[in-house]
């Protein structure tokens, strides 16, 4: 089993700057394709940027791209979200995600997931 923990998120102004961590927990919490998505309420999750296990394969989504930046370190099992130049439409409630198949996680079906944690950018 699989438990991921975040951290990070909060309040910030637009064009400010918030760190999302998270940690995977459990005995198979290495070799996971890991990601963060992000919810508004009443609409449809969205998936932000995803990790490769070893780190060699990074996607992200274009609304994201020269903004976010997502890595990994601690033998894999902890993840970041660095997020820059912050944009009121970047509020809403981000989830970390992983799973061993990447193609599921990639659709938003991920096996693991966060319990979420708000990021609000106020204009």
């Known amino acids: 089993q699989v438990r991921l923990v975040e951290s990070g998120g909060g309040s910030v102004q637009d064009g400010g700057s918030l760190r999302l961590s998270c940690e995977a927990f459990?005995?198979?919490?290495?070799?996971?394709?890991m990601g963060w998505f992000r919810q508004i309420s009443g609409k449809e999750r969205e998936k932000v940027a995803t990790?490769?296990?070893?780190?060699?394969?990074?996607e992200y989504a274009d609304s994201v791209k020269g903004r976010f930046t997502i890595s990994r370190e601690n033998a894999d099992v902890v993840i970041h979200l660095q997020m820059d130049k912050l944009k009121p439409e970047d509020t809403a409630m981000y989830y970390c995600?992983?799973?061993?198949?990447?193609?599921?996680?990639?659709?938003?079906?991920?096996?693991?997931w966060g319990q979420g944690t708000q990021v609000t950018v106020s204009s």
């Open positions: 995600a992983a799973d061993r198949d990447r193609n599921r996680l990639a659709i938003g079906y991920a096996l693991h």
């Open positions: 459990g005995d198979r919490n290495t070799g996971l394709t």
């Open positions: 990790i490769s296990p070893l780190g060699d394969r990074i």
